[in-house]
T-cell receptor
């Protein structure tokens, strides 16, 4: 079955340190890959997407992600974490023959002051 | 630009009762989605509309859930009768078109508790 996986339920990082939130995909064809963020009691907000072209994608709030076809990964990164980055992060895929957007289970990021 | 609006924000009902949620998408967005997000999980698509037609409702429990998007703008999602396992956050989202390359914009959600 086609899916995305977020192997870590929680990631803790100190403020100012680089952060990485991992996502791998198991999708045939050429999927579209997305990252969304969810703050408490709020809906999801779009961060960035990979459709085609440059493997390094830059998004909102200083986040970026690298599409790696050989490792089937799309990890989210930020050079210097802020306390305000603490939230729930979801990786998702779309396309590849489907109109749906299918989400991973989410990773809780905690940035410690 | 106004975002996706949803109401109510919170709802508590007893099992076997009915409930309805309302969504107003971003102006000009042709595609509207309803998702169910159970605590600790990612959102799961229930139904997708393109204008006022259904694109995908394969994961909608049609024995108890129904949705409509009259006039291709606002949408309502109804549950009748509710079960305990329906306790979740119901998210509405919209996008410019049904091409999955378009990002989706989400409303704040309705948190449903079934007791």
């Amino acid at each position: 079955a086609q899916s995305v996986a977020q192997p870590e339920d929680q990631v803790n990082v100190a403020e100012g340190n680089p952060l990485t939130v991992k996502c791998t995909y198991s999708v045939s064809g050429n999927p579209y890959l997305f990252w969304y963020v969810q703050y408490p009691n709020r809906g999801l907000q779009f961060l960035l997407k990979y459709i085609t072209g440059d493997n390094l994608v830059k998004g909102s709030y200083g986040f970026e992600a690298e599409f790696n076809k050989s490792q089937t990964s799309f990890h989210l990164k930020k050079p210097s974490a802020l306390v305000s980055d603490s939230a729930l992060y979801f990786c998702a895929y779309g396309g590849a023959g489907s109109y749906q957007l299918t989400f991973g289970k989410g990773t809780k990021l905690s940035v410690i002051p | 630009e106004a975002g996706v609006a949803q109401s109510p924000r919170y709802k508590i009902i007893e099992k076997r009762q009915s409930v309805a949620f309302w969504c107003n998408p971003i102006s000009g967005h042709a595609t509207l989605y309803w998702y169910q997000q159970i605590l600790g999980q990612g959102p799961k698509l229930l139904i997708q509309f393109q204008n006022n037609g259904v694109v995908d409702d394969s994961q909608l429990p049609k024995d108890r859930f129904s949705a409509e998007r009259l006039k291709g703008v606002d949408s309502t999602l109804k549950i009748q009768p509710a079960k305990l396992e329906d306790s979740a956050v119901y998210l509405c989202a919209s996008s410019l078109d049904s091409d999955p390359a378009y990002e989706q914009y989400f409303g704040p959600g309705t948190r449903l508790t079934v007791t």
